[in-house]
């Protein structure tokens, strides 16, 4: 049986826009890689922002109920553990994102759109910022992060980390290092600045 026309639009949109990038994927090549009508595509899905946008949310790894879920009820696990959890998860979502989202920035309006639709669906690269600071005020609250942190500043470092490893390491010599011992090691280094 068949999956749903909106699961194959979903599946098509992510492998296209992972091998041709955002700007490439047209809609036609997606409906036709997802065996179904363009007109079908429209029926789930109101633009190719949109699609992108629910490709993200749908097929990637997931910060969002991770960090939601930890700033919730923190002083659950360790914090350090914790810290390791979430670079690895937005390691492998950067790691991922980055070959899609590429192209945006090399066409001014196909940008635009994409930050107008951003800003309309209330998300963007700076919400899983947010939600890190909301954790690492949560656990400072909790007293497991000194009370002179400056949270937003230490959720910036580690999700810009794991934006760089996805965007520089490629180049590097020896690649891209493993997810396992970036993440572990980006929580320890962390760790040692925030710790109470």
Do not use: W
Not at 40 to 58: C, G, P
Not at 96 to 122: C, N, V, W
Request: net charge neutral; hydrophobic share 45%; aromatic share 6%.
């Amino acid at each position: 049986m068949q999956p749903p026309a909106r699961e194959r639009v979903l599946d098509a949109a992510h492998q296209l826009m992972l091998t041709v990038g955002l700007a490439r994927a047209t809609t036609k090549e997606i409906a036709r890689a997802a065996g179904c009508s363009e007109a079908a595509l429209y029926k789930h899905f109101t633009s190719k922002e949109d699609l992108f946008i629910r490709v993200l949310s749908e097929r990637l790894p997931q910060l969002g109920p991770l960090l939601r879920g930890l700033a919730a009820e923190p002083g659950q696990g360790t914090l350090e553990a914790n810290l390791r959890e979430i670079a690895h998860q937005a390691a492998l979502f950067y790691e991922q994102s980055f070959p899609i989202a590429a192209s945006l920035y090399a066409e001014t309006q196909l940008k635009r759109r994409h930050d107008e639709m951003m800003r309309e669906l209330g998300t963007g690269p700076h919400v899983p910022i947010a939600c890190l600071d909301d954790y690492l005020r949560a656990e400072r609250a909790a007293g497991r992060v000194r009370a002179d942190v400056d949270t937003f500043a230490a959720a910036s470092l580690l999700m810009g980390a794991c934006a760089q490893r996805a965007f520089a390491y490629d180049a590097a010599q020896g690649g891209r290092p493993p997810v396992e011992s970036f993440a572990a090691g980006l929580a320890r280094t962390l760790l040692a600045g925030i710790a109470s």
